[in-house]
């Protein structure tokens, strides 16, 4: 009996010890289980709330740019032509800025843990060890200054403000595309010359000029103790090259309204569409190929050979990228039968432009440069390929995009005024900036034109230099390329100026644009078609536009109606007429039937720099076809119809 007490005792322990382990690891689940339950609602409701702010500022942009779009329409209505919607947009993007920064306080965040890291410089991505969890967490940016102070309303302020790669991959896109694309090319191509001068040589020369000013006025305040961190030599050339884009919308749009001598706005409008390719080559070029070593913030001779190579490759490789991709298009749009689908054919086109420039930024080139050739190429071939629909789909889409991206760039730079949190506002160095800016123009603007018009038949009368020189905003191209670094005390400095110095030009220069050219006796509602001389031009007898151009242009242009065009596109002479007879099994193959209709013989806005005067949509024939016929009529004689 007693042994049967003891083992029945003694059962009776061990199932309540196993019953307690039990008990302690079911307890251990269910409190890891409701832990990382707890985790997963806090994850969520995060993650809820992230999505409300994000909506909530692109409401704020959404609101910016229908308002905008109100006032243009009333400034339009009654003909107020002394502030550009771009200013107009700056204005409204700086009174939602003053309200984000001291008007709406958002909640702090009371989960935010602080831990020190002894390391010199930040890194990109860190991993936490949370419970057996690894988790990723990203850098996002500075909370506290150099004193260690909060900066206040960091998280909201950084909601609203832009990773600046969201302007390269997406806003500027559409805006060079478009330049290109809406480029009117006889005007182009008629001061083609003088539009490479401006755009290339005067960019370098506004570059070095610039650098130089601004390193005499960084060497004054260092002198006088006004600089706190380092400012080298390449940073004020890289300034000279950012500061060098000019992008003088306002000025334009003006120009368009008024019909501005053709002349003067070829000039201008040539120029800033290839300055701000050839400003964004440089700014990279000077970035990629400064020395190294303990001489690395100097730029020798052989540091600008280097960019000089740089630059040439880049641009050429980036030229060649846009050529190539628009070429494709216009093969793709002319052996295909997507004109019967004009939503295809719009959507091909769409995707192939854009694609240009994401493609020129993989290989390592310029994407800005690729597009705008992209666009000029599309212009100039594939658009003769396409559909009635499409051709009007296509410049109504890209329209509104430029406008769209424009207007909330520039919404944006108003905005960012107030909600960037590490501003560097120093009154020499902006002063130097200004000053640095206004001289670079002028050594563009001047001395360049002395020495064209020592070529040019057709004169720049100072009247039209006056005007150019006052017509060199900055725009959305110098801020892109401004606020892609602001990593130094150098480059903040910078971008503090920069967006001054945009503010500045595009309130005062572009609101003073009419009277400019009231004051310079700039004629005005001029048509674009009229090929007389124009009025701000001294000497010259009117001229045909076919005999304006240099003899290799002339050249080019009779190359590119015979050849290019007809195998290219539907419209000029099929190549069976203008190839050798051998070549006629060739020629046949890459020849439609539109091309013999006449149908596909597009005059487009170009056509008089290599169209035949007069002509208009002859009936075409296959020589090769004809060479034949007569042949046979040779040995057989001419066939007499029966009847």
Not at 39 to 62: G, M, P, T, Y
Not at 541 to 559: D, K, L, Q, T
Not at 586 to 592: E, S, V
Request: hydrophobic share 45%.
């Amino acid at each position: 009996m007693g042994s049967k007490i003891r083992s029945y005792v003694f059962l009776t322990s061990t199932e309540c010890i196993v019953l307690v382990c039990m008990t302690c690891l079911f307890l251990n689940v269910n409190c890891q289980t409701e832990n990382a339950g707890m985790s997963n609602v806090i994850s969520e409701r995060k993650a809820e709330e992230d999505h409300r702010q994000d909506s909530a500022d692109l409401l704020i942009f959404i609101m910016l740019l229908t308002l905008t779009i109100l006032t243009i329409w009333l400034f339009k209505h009654r003909r107020f032509r002394f502030l550009h919607e771009t200013g107009l947009a700056m204005i409204y993007g700086v009174l939602v800025g003053v309200i984000l920064r001291f008007g709406v306080h958002g909640q702090q965040d009371l989960n935010n843990v602080t831990l020190s890291c002894a390391m010199n410089s930040s890194p990109a991505t860190i991993l936490v060890n949370v419970s057996g969890h690894f988790y990723e967490y990203t850098l996002k940016g500075e909370v506290k200054d150099s004193d260690g102070e909060d900066v206040p309303d960091a998280e909201m302020l950084k909601k609203v403000t832009f990773d600046p790669e969201i302007f390269f991959n997406i806003l500027l896109p559409p805006i060079i595309f478009y330049a290109g694309y809406s480029l009117k090319r006889r005007h182009f191509f008629r001061n083609l010359g003088s539009i490479l001068s401006y755009a290339f040589v005067g960019t370098a020369i506004s570059c070095m000029v610039i650098g130089a000013v601004l390193y005499g006025c960084v060497a004054f305040m260092k002198a006088v103790g006004q600089i706190q961190g380092d400012f080298f030599f390449t940073d004020c050339l890289f300034f000279g090259a950012i500061i060098s884009a000019t992008d003088p919308v306002t000025v334009l749009a003006i120009f368009n309204e008024l019909k501005v001598d053709v002349d003067l706005y070829a000039l201008l409008f040539g120029e800033s569409v290839l300055n701000d390719a050839v400003a964004i080559v440089l700014s990279s070029s000077i970035v990629a190929y400064q020395p190294a070593g303990d001489n690395s913030h100097t730029f020798d001779g052989s540091a600008m050979l280097k960019s000089i190579g740089v630059f040439l490759v880049v641009f050429s490789g980036s030229f060649s990228l846009g050529v190539v991709t628009g070429v494709m298009t216009s093969l793709v749009t002319k052996f295909t039968k997507l004109r019967d689908f004009p939503l295809l054919e719009t959507a091909l086109f769409f995707l192939m432009s854009w694609s240009t420039f994401l493609l020129a930024e993989a290989c390592g080139f310029t994407g800005v440069v690729a597009v705008l050739f992209c666009g000029m190429t599309q212009a100039h071939y594939t658009y003769n390929n396409l559909s009635a629909e499409s051709k009007d789909r296509t410049k109504q889409l890209f329209e509104l995009l430029n406008f769209l991206a424009e207007n909330f760039i520039f919404s944006y730079m108003g905005l960012t005024l107030f909600t960037f949190q590490y501003h560097v506002f120093n009154p020499l160095f902006i002063l130097g900036a200004f000053i640095a800016v206004f001289v670079g123009r002028a050594a563009n603007i001047y001395p360049l034109s002395f020495l064209l018009n020592l070529g040019r038949k057709n004169k720049i009368g100072s009247n039209f230099q006056h005007v150019m020189m006052f017509s060199g905003l900055r725009g959305a191209m110098a801020f892109a390329l401004a606020i892609r670094d602001t990593a130094t005390y150098a480059r903040r400095m910078m971008f503090s100026s920069t967006l001054l110095i945009v503010f500045f030009t595009v309130w005062l220069c572009g609101g003073g644009t009419t009277p400019m050219l009231s004051f310079m006796h700039i004629r005005v509602g001029v048509d674009s078609d009229q090929d007389n001389t124009a009025a701000g031009v001294d000497g010259g007898e009117r001229r045909g536009v076919r005999h304006e151009g240099a003899w290799p242009f002339r050249m080019w242009h009779s190359f590119d109606h015979k050849y290019l065009k007809p195998f290219l596109t539907h419209s000029g002479p099929p190549l069976t007429t203008t190839l050798p007879a051998c070549c006629g099994p060739l020629a046949r193959c890459l020849t439609t039937s539109q091309a013999y209709q006449g149908g596909g013989d597009v005059h487009d806005e170009d056509s008089e720099l290599i169209g035949s005067e007069g002509a208009s949509s002859p009936m075409y024939t296959d020589i090769s076809t004809v060479s034949q016929s007569s042949s046979f009529n040779n040995l057989h004689g001419p066939t007499v119809p029966s009847g």
